[in-house]
């Protein structure tokens, strides 16, 4: 079976961003092309200007440049590969701007074709693979990422933060929906709770139909705050010990890792503007800054707690198992604040609650619902998984090894639990209990020990040579005194010297 390359992975994540992009929200109703409208080849020929062409050109710019470095990887030749290349992203082009003469809310141009394509050219004439660059990068990146289980770890950890920040993904780069976006941003930390607060309490007075909902926004959002401390003290505590297996540990991994945090908190923040439905929140980059900073300074202080064991293992291993389950057990707290809020509990509501469920599977996922699924989904599966996760690593830690059937309990249990959530749901004003949430955490369970039992092997089997390696290592800084004319130098004293130094 052939192996993709990390290059391939790329090209096939991006294009499916691209279609999902492009496609969103997935209105399809019928051919709405006017009659009497110029078409070429079914799809409307329309001017477009020149932010909208700006706009395509860099959404297939990189496209071409991944797909030149994996032609070029596989050794086709510039012109070949070129030609290749502007075929796919013309087919890729067409087929997208075809679909959406379907849609109602996306306006199908032949110009976006043109457009695309050329961004795929300059993507093909920016990307050189044959330069010193693009050839070091391959290695360095296998070196320090795949070569190591923590690098690993924090990497599938900063790509997960990164997807659940920025779903549902309904992203544009469309210059007047940036300008609106810019424009709607809260830029003052704690701006939008303030403006929650201040709705909640005018819904309260005025006895308005507001009621329901506000207080569940208002909750929703202090619980987004919430995650985004603990995702990112996740985050740091991750980086730290990656910088401390791969060089040691010292004050200045803890500053390179606020920095990074920071960064990459501010980034994350940042590139929300680009997305609809999550926009732009300047308390976000103060809490998930906050968090980066409690991770790494948390981070000695637990290395410390476990090892103050008095030489015992049993006793560290207690203490490590202690530390996950604590963490399994805020997690699942946090998981039943998101389906208890806004804490209201209301007996008339129970009435109709049989009527209010979605008793058949997937059927939020409507198209008008779309993205607010996906956002929703993608949430608790990331949670749940990181419960699964933490129990898994629980028992892996304890020496017991999870076969097929703790996968499956775990995963039924999970659903258990969230099926009695849903139930509470209920008596809450404004919540739908649904049956899909109950799926999504029992497949979002298992998922997370297959996973951590996956890595845990992984980096079993790399432990031992990483063992090794500074064993290799040996240096003697040994000063052996010049002799002297016609005398010989004893070697009593150099061995010594040889075995005191080893010693040290």
Aim: proline content about 5%; aromatic content about 10%; overall charge positive.
């Amino acid at each position: 079976m052939r192996r993709f390359h990390w290059i391939d992975i790329l090209t096939f994540a991006y294009a499916a961003f691209i279609v999902y992009g492009s496609l969103l929200p997935f209105d399809f109703s019928g051919y709405k092309v006017v009659p009497g409208q110029a078409t070429l080849l079914g799809i409307p020929v329309i001017s477009t200007g020149l932010p909208d062409a700006m706009s395509n050109i860099a959404l297939y710019l990189p496209l071409g440049m991944l797909l030149r470095a994996g032609f070029s990887r596989r050794g086709h030749r510039v012109l070949g590969a070129g030609i290749k290349i502007l075929l796919m992203a013309g087919v890729l082009s067409f087929c997208i701007e075809l679909l959406q003469t379907f849609t109602q809310t996306r306006l199908a141009s032949f110009a976006d074709v043109v457009c695309n394509v050329l961004g795929a050219a300059v993507g093909v004439g920016v990307c050189f693979p044959e330069s010193r660059l693009f050839k070091s990068f391959a290695p360095v990146l296998r070196r320090e990422v795949f070569g190591t289980p923590t690098a690993v770890v924090a990497g599938a950890w900063f790509g997960a933060v990164a997807l659940t920040a920025l779903a549902p993904y309904d992203v544009t780069i469309d210059v007047s929906r940036l300008a609106r976006a810019a424009r709607e941003a809260q830029f003052t930390p704690f701006a939008k709770h303030e403006d929650l607060v201040d709705r909640v309490n005018e819904a309260t007075l005025r006895f308005q139909s507001a009621e329901v909902l506000a207080p569940l926004r208002l909750w929703e959002l202090r619980l987004t705050y919430v995650a985004d401390v603990f995702l990112f003290v996740v985050l740091g505590i991750v980086l730290v010990h990656h910088w401390r297996v791969r060089g040691g540990y010292r004050w200045s991994t803890l500053l390179r890792t606020c920095l990074v945090t920071t960064a990459f908190a501010a980034g994350l923040t940042f590139a929300g503007l680009f997305v609809l439905s999550v926009g732009f929140d300047a308390t976000r980059i103060l809490t998930r800054s906050a968090g980066g900073a409690l991770g790494a300074g948390l981070y000695p202080m637990v290395v410390a707690w476990t090892r103050r064991s008095s030489g015992s293992p049993v006793r560290h291993v207690r203490r490590l198992r202690f530390m996950i389950l604590g963490a399994a057990v805020l997690t699942g707290s946090y998981i039943v604040a998101c389906g208890l809020a806004p804490f209201r509990f209301d007996e008339a509501v129970a009435d109709g609650a049989a009527d209010r469920i979605e008793w058949v599977p997937l059927s939020a996922y409507l198209p008008n619902k779309l993205p607010a699924a996906v956002l929703d989904a993608l949430r608790q599966s990331f949670r749940f998984v990181t419960v699964g996760g933490l129990i898994a690593w629980f028992f892996l830690v304890g020496g017991r090894r999870i076969g097929r059937v703790g996968h499956v309990a775990v995963g039924v249990l999970a659903a258990l639990c969230v099926g009695a959530i849903e139930y509470g749901q209920c008596w809450l004003p404004g919540r739908i209990p649904a049956i899909t949430d109950v799926l999504v955490a029992g497949c979002g369970a298992s998922l997370g020990t297959v996973l951590t039992v996956v890595l845990f092997a992984a980096y079993k089997r790399q432990q031992p040579a990483r063992r090794a390696e500074p064993a290799d290592r040996v240096v003697l800084n040994v000063e052996i005194p010049a002799p002297g004319d016609g005398v010989a130098v004893p070697n009593q004293p150099v061995r010594r010297n040889l075995r005191r130094s080893a010693k040290h």
